[in-house]
């Protein structure tokens, strides 16, 4: 019974994935798109949009990190376990974030 | 054995005047000890289940009497049973405590309020008459007392056992605690936030008082001038009246009544005036401007003692009508003490 | 749900035991091929060598105080060297001992050959956090010779920052320098138990041993960072006044305790969850049975590490923080303690029906689980908002954390010292003196903290170098505890390293324990095994066990 | 199977194989080391994320406390230098990228190359980026003792329409620009030092990528600084919208 576990390989492996090599071609779009939302971003910073100015350069710094983390740093094609790992590094900034927040915002509550 | 009279005499003196249990001496303490009392209740059970337990089996299951070990995977019902009572018992100290806390820090709405700055590494209270102490503080018993207390440099922490009460005293920022002492006596008053060298020395004394001794003891010690009366000579002297005259020119708002009011600001929400509020109007105006003004007003930063803003916000507190203020405009040239008048403050 | 069988496990006869001839103590010579090596064994006994000296440092600081506070007055030290003592005391204690002892030492030499792997994943990052160890030590120790810290080591602002003129940077460079070896160790142990279990090693057939210290080095991975910006903030604040901690220049002191609690209340578990891992292997060994419930125990560990995460206000009640946060806090506070209930019940009940031996390791583990509660259960206590509004800032919250710190993680360290000290040294400790020491150090520790609990209700604030005379009794009891507790300290200190030359040959199983690493020799070679092992047996399956010997029984006879 | 110990190496699938050189002793095949090696550097990655994530709430927490001096205080940043700056930090995270696929493909020639530009770029950023200290440094915008506030109190008039070029603060809001430059100095520095760090890094890699180290089929250095490299890209992404951009007013 002690063989089936056995799997030098790898294959069965869910913390595993096949090793992918990324193509300049895909880097280069890539490299495009970002510097094009830099161009967005930096474009509408210049529009007086009020509440939505830091929510768009947020929302456009968040997708070109998302782009540079999914495929020049290979997240995409990585396992599973990679990809939990950079999900669970972000949620414990949100949860510090958040928490730390709960202080802060009901502070005033009450007084000012 | 023989223990010499001399020893024994000291022994006995000395374990006379230990302490095991702190005194109750306000309406908090037996809160408190309600609770204390219950968490230690739970703890006795939940050590002696454990105790009995590990001592139980280890009796009974040791090797002597047990030499063939039976293997036991678990068993959902019994762990979910020690999942479930322990979490019932720590929610019910949950919300204990968290009613004590609101009502540790919830002053009611008539307590007389006492100003405390905390420095490295004395305390000094002033009371609304006008009376300070340093290191000491002295209390009527059964009247609610609002302590407002801010540092003038680190963390302190100011803690009265026997009242079962505490609280940080923090930089920059008000912070409340109350309590309503019940027996006459003296009481140690402890820093108990860590704040440097002499921490330890930043220590002194509560005197509660029966309240017609209080009634003696604000007479006798009083300075002469209450911190309303102080703090309309600095409205004059550092110029707050030239703006805040509360006549329809004026650039400054209206400051009469405002203390408990509800301000609209500029930015389109509400506040509702307290000490803390007063206190940051004067010394950061352009963080929350009053609807309607500009922006104009200068910083008192740097240039007022936490005394004289104390000095100021309960000025404005008794700020009732803009009748004085008009006065102290013609009084402020000559630099002299504005007029009494009645019913500004009595402790 | 239970399939319940009977095991029978005899201790075997090290009459016969011999040395193996070549491990990996004596695979190389020379002080370099130690200070060299990349071997994750000779890492864990250089590690424990310089968290005994730390310990030793931090356990005579805390003699100097106690020894001050045997009198009300302050006639010992001046109170700024007092404040230095406690300070130092609590820096060493924390980041120099207890954050590395189990996980640094027994960790680093047990984790790989617990699941069948060679080394750990990087034996380079394993050395080099090491030497970071001694980086940040020699900081500390700097920070003693040039004349002290004297902040506490919470560090709280403004004070560290504008009040004082130690050496606060001196001191935070050190602990900085100690996080990222914290960071590094805690790495190393999640890649390791990620990609080098071997075949068969599933993740439900990992001691328990593993899973707490997988669950503590997810929190150091993700709480010690926070530290290194919080305390990298004091410095630039101190020597630039940047003012994002100055209420002068606008910022806010909290948020200051905001940065430093996340990582020190993680920092807690951190100390405490391998604790855990060396309780469930030493009780299941000693009552020859499997721990009961072995998933809810696993599970409740991970739990801790998340939940840990949620609560670090719980330190900060009073500090002017929103009532209404604290709230929240308070009640996650209470959810986080719900998995410690689940893990010490499970212990006990491993207890039932099992065929027990009281061997020192077994004495230090039974010792915990009482201390352990008490620290605990007074945990309560603090988290309950109103009863720690009079709690906070007293010796109420020192006794506290010295039941959880020093009788729940200082004994359960004990108990896997000596539990593993013939694997890895391959000669027993003293049976007689130890078990001694123990109840010394039991007896002693009890005295020590226990009269604390009622300093702090009384009120006696912590951090005080005099006190009113009314509480003198209750610290010279103290005063006196820790006397004793310092000669149970001091005894395994001497008697370990006399059982170095003198001590019984161990063999390779002497507990007759189901671990992985007991079934090769003491000490271990360097490659730990010699073929890559296969596992086809749940953990602590005494059956296996039991079958296993009797097979060696009959080839041998 | 009653025995722990069994052989393992005639199960070995890929024993044929040739290993590299680099394999080390305790993994079984190099894919196992080039996985843990990639997650490993995941790992610390995380720890990097925490490390920021701390400037970052001191950053969103101050900016909502005093935000009209952060936004007269992020006006004084130039909008051009910032975004040549992060064009130049993507296109250095390119090269990066095409010297991970120049590795995976065994072109060493190529390799150095890449590894070249990604260094030129990285010190065109620390360039560009001095010349922005440089600026602060002679504006008295540097926390401290010189730190000047007059600009924000009385800012200077506009030459054609004689009104101030930005709207003016009261003294007492002035005064926490200083604490936007000190974010904008520890979060930039911070930035900067892993900038540094990395371009040590990549002079080394370099150097070694000349021998031919990383060509052979081992690539797993390259590829895990590649990680770094583009995580340092990414902080830069979040700092340069927070930093320059948000709540400008560039019409006054
Ligand atoms: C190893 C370290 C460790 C551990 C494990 C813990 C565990 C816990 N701690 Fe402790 N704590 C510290 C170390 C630790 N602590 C330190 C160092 C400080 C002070 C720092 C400083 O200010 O210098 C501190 C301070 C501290 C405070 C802050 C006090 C203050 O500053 O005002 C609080 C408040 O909530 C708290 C709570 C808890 C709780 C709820 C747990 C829980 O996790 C405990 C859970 C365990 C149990 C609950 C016991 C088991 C339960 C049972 C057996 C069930 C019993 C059965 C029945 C009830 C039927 N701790
Ligand atoms: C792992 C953590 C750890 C450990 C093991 C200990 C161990 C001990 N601690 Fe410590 N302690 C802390 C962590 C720890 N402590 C922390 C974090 C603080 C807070 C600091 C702060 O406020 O900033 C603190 C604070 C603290 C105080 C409060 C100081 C104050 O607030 O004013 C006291 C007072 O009794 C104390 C006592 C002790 C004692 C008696 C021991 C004993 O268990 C030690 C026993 C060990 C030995 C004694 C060493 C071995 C023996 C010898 C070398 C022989 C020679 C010695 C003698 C004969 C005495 N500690
Ligand atoms: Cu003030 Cu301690
Ligand atoms: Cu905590």
């Not at chain 1, 056995?6 to 779009?29: L, M, R, S, W």
């Not at chain 2, 506040?271 to 609807?291: C, G, K, W």
């Not at chain 3, 065929?355 to 945990?379: K, Q, R």
């Not at chain 3, 959880?404 to 040294?425: E, Q, R, S």
Request: hydrophobic share 50%; charged share 10%.
């Amino acid at each position: 019974m002690s063989s089936q576990y056995h799997d030098p390989a790898n294959v069965n492996n869910p913390e595993h994935a096949e090793h992918h090599i990324v193509g300049p071609g895909t880097y280069i779009a890539i490299y495009v798109t970002l510097l094009v939302f830099t161009g967005i971003t930096v474009g509408a910073a210049f529009i007086d949009l009020g509440v939505l100015n830091p929510i768009i350069a947020v929302g456009i710094a968040c997708i070109k990190a998302t782009i540079v983390i999914l495929f020049f740093m290979h997240v995409i094609y990585q396992s599973k376990l990679i990809k939990m790992t950079v999900g669970a590094g972000f949620f414990t900034f949100l949860i510090l974030l958040t928490m730390t927040l709960t202080d802060y915002i009901s502070r005033a509550w009450g007084r000012w | 054995m023989h223990i010499s009279p001399v020893l024994w005499q000291f022994l006995v003196k000395w374990l006379d005047a230990s302490a095991l249990f702190p005194q109750e001496a306000s309406t908090i303490a037996p809160y408190t000890d309600a609770l204390y009392f219950f968490l230690l209740l739970i703890t006795i059970v939940g050590l002696v289940l454990v105790g009995a337990l590990i001592f139980g089996f280890a009796i009974r299951y040791r090797k002597e009497r047990n030499p063939v070990a039976t293997q036991v995977e678990g068993s959902t019902l019994l762990e979910a049973t020690w999942t479930i009572i322990p979490l019932a018992l720590f929610l019910i100290c949950f919300v204990w405590g968290a009613l004590l806390y609101f009502r540790i820090f919830n002053p009611p709405t008539n307590a007389m309020n006492i100003y405390v700055v905390g420095k490295q590494w004395m305390w000094k209270a002033e009371h609304p008459g006008g009376q300070h102490e340093i290191n000491n503080l002295h209390v009527p018993t059964g009247r609610p007392v609002q302590l407002t207390m801010i540092s003038q440099d680190v963390f302190h922490s100011y803690s009265i056992p026997a009242f079962r009460v505490k609280r940080e005293v923090i930089p920059g920022r008000y912070s409340t605690v109350w309590f309503e002492a019940t027996k006459p006596g003296t009481y140690h008053i402890f820093c108990t936030q860590y704040c440097g060298t002499k921490h330890s020395g930043m220590i002194g004394e509560v005197t509660v008082m029966s309240p017609d001794d209080y009634k003696a003891w604000t007479e006798s010690s009083t300075s002469g001038m209450s911190l309303a009366q102080n703090g309309e000579r600095l409205f004059a002297s550092m110029g707050c009246n030239a703006c805040h005259s509360g006549g329809a020119a004026a650039r400054g708002p209206n400051l009469a009544g405002v203390y408990g009011s509800k301000l609209r600001l500029a930015n389109g929400s509400d506040v509702v005036v307290n000490e803390a509020y007063l206190r940051d109007a004067i010394l950061n105006p352009s963080q929350h401007v009053t609807a309607g003004f500009a922006p104009i007003m200068p910083t008192y930063q740097g240039q007022i003692s936490e005394e004289g803003l104390i000095d100021l916000v309960e000025y404005l507190k008794s700020l009732k009508t803009n009748y004085r203020v008009q006065q102290t405009l013609t009084t402020s040239e000559s630099n002299q003490a504005a007029p009494m008048t009645p019913g500004v403050v009595k402790p | 749900m239970s399939a319940t069988s009977s095991t029978i496990v005899n201790l075997p006869d090290q009459r016969t035991a011999t040395l193996p001839k070549k491990n990996y103590i004596n695979a190389e010579d020379g002080i370099l091929s130690w200070l060299l090596t990349a071997d994750h064994k000779r890492i864990g006994i250089l590690y424990l060598i310089t968290i005994t000296f730390f310990f030793l440092i931090g356990g005579i600081f805390a003699g100097l105080i106690r020894l001050e506070l045997l009198t009300p007055q302050p006639d010992l030290v001046a109170s700024d060297t007092y404040n230095k003592l406690f300070t130092l005391h609590g820096i060493v204690m924390i980041f120099l001992f207890l954050v590395p002892s189990v996980p640094a030492t027994l960790g680093n030499f047990l984790i790989p050959i617990m699941i069948g792997a060679k080394d750990l994943a990087f034996p380079k990052i394993n050395l080099l956090s090491w030497y970071l160890a001694v980086i940040g030590g020699s900081f500390t120790l700097a920070t003693m010779v040039l004349g002290g810290v004297d902040t506490g080591w919470t560090f709280t602002t403004p004070l560290s920052t504008h009040y004082l003129n130690t050496h606060v940077v001196t001191a935070g460079l050190g602990v900085f320098i100690l996080g990222f070896s914290s960071i590094f160790t805690g790495l190393n142990i999640i890649v390791t138990v990620h990609r080098l279990r071997a075949p068969g090693m599933t993740w439900f057939r990992m001691p328990l041993f593993v899973w707490a210290h997988y669950a503590a080095s997810i929190m150091m991975v993700l709480g010690t960072p926070v530290l290194a910006i919080a305390i990298t903030l004091v410095a630039l604040e101190r020597t630039l006044h940047i003012g994002v901690f100055d209420p002068a220049l606008g910022g806010d002191p909290l948020l200051f305790q905001h940065l430093f609690w996340f990582y020190s209340h993680p920092a807690v578990y951190i100390m405490i969850l391998p604790g855990f891992g060396v309780i469930s292997e030493v009780i299941s060994t000693f009552s020859r049975k499997r721990v009961f419930g072995y998933t809810a125990v696993a599970f409740s560990s991970v739990a801790i590490a998340v939940f840990g995460f949620l609560v670090w206000e719980h330190h900060m009640f009073i500090m002017g923080v929103s009532n209404y946060s604290a709230l929240v806090f308070s009640l996650l506070t209470m959810l986080v303690a719900v998995p410690s209930a689940i893990k010490i019940f499970n212990w006990s009940f491993t207890l039932q029906k099992g065929s027990i031996t009281f061997e020192t390791p077994m004495m230090y583990a039974l010792a915990f689980i009482g201390l352990f509660t008490i620290g605990g259960l007074t945990g309560i206590f603090l988290g309950s908002l109103g009863m720690d509004v009079h709690l906070t800032e007293t010796y109420f919250i020192v006794a506290h954390f010295h039941y959880v710190m020093v009788g729940g993680m200082l004994m359960a360290y004990l108990a896997g010292l000596h539990f593993w000290w013939p694997k890895m040294t391959g000669r027993m400790y003293p049976e007689a003196v130890s078990k001694l020491s123990a109840v010394v150090s039991f007896i002693g520790f009890n005295l020590t903290f226990m009269p604390q609990f009622i300093l702090g209700y009384l009120g006696m604030p912590r951090r005080y170098h005099a006190y009113p005379a009314e509480f003198q009794v209750l610290n010279v009891l103290s005063t006196a505890g820790a006397t004793v507790l310092g000669v149970g300290f001091l005894m395994p200190a001497i008697y370990l390293v006399w059982s170095l030359k003198y001590g019984k040959i161990a063999g390779n199983n002497p507990w007759q324990a189901t671990g992985l690493e007991w079934q090769i020799q003491s000490p271990p070679l360097t490659e730990n095994f010699v073929e890559s092992p296969v596992i086809d047996y749940e953990a602590y399956d005494y059956e296996w066990l039991a079958h296993k010997t009797e097979q060696e029984v009959t080839t041998v006879g | 199977m009653d025995n722990t110990i069994v052989a393992t190496h005639d199960t070995h699938a890929e024993e044929h194989h040739h290993s590299l050189p680099q394999l080390r002793h305790h993994f079984e095949t190099e894919q196992q080391q080039r996985e843990a090696g990639t997650f490993g550097m995941w790992l610390f990655l995380l720890t990097e994320i925490m490390f920021f994530g701390g400037l970052f709430f001191a950053y969103l927490l101050y900016r909502n406390w005093y935000n009209p001096a952060f936004v007269a205080a992020s006006n004084q940043l130039s909008i051009p230098m910032g975004t040549v700056n992060t064009a130049i930090l993507i296109s250095s995270g390119f090269f990066m990228a095409l010297g991970v696929w120049a590795a995976e493909v065994r072109k060493q020639g190529l390799l150095v190359l890449f590894l070249l530009l990604t260094t030129l770029f990285g010190c065109l950023f620390l360039g560009v980026k001095y010349f922005e200290y440089k600026e602060k440094w002679e504006k008295h915008h540097i926390p401290g003792a010189n730190f000047d506030i007059s600009e924000f109190v009385n800012p200077p008039l506009n030459p054609t329409t004689h009104k101030p070029i930005e709207e003016p603060l009261s003294p007492d809001m002035a005064k926490k620009t200083q604490v936007f430059f000190s974010l904008y100095f520890v979060m930039t520095g911070m930035h900067a030092l892993h900038m540094i760090i990395g371009i040590v890094l990549l002079g080394w890699l370099t150097w070694r990528a000349n021998r031919g180290e990383f060509t052979e089929g081992y690539v797993a250095p390259i590829e895990n600084f590649g990680l770094y490299w583009h995580f340092v890209d990414i902080v830069w992404i979040f700092l340069f919208p927070l930093l320059y951009l948000i709540n400008r007013h560039p019409g006054t």
